[in-house]
C-alpha cells in the first residue's frame, strides 16, 4: 500500500499523514477523481438510455 500511494501521489503514507498540506492536496485530488468519475458514469447511463 506504501509503494502505491507514493506512485500515486509521489510521496509516502508517513510524509502524508505529517504535512497537513499534502492531506489537504490528496483530499481535493480524490475529490476532483470522485467528480470526474460520477459525471463519466452519468454521461454513459444516458447514452445506454438513449438508444
Do not use: C
Not at 492531506?23 to 445506454?48: F, K, M, N, P
Amino acid at each position: 500500500m506504501e509503494q502505491a500511494f507514493r506512485d500515486v501521489h509521489g510521496y509516502g503514507l508517513n510524509e502524508y499523514q505529517n504535512d497537513p498540506q499534502k492531506i489537504l492536496e490528496v483530499e481535493q485530488r480524490r475529490e476532483q477523481d470522485y467528480r470526474q468519475g460520477q459525471s463519466v458514469a452519468a454521461q454513459i447511463e444516458r447514452q445506454a438510455h438513449r438508444e
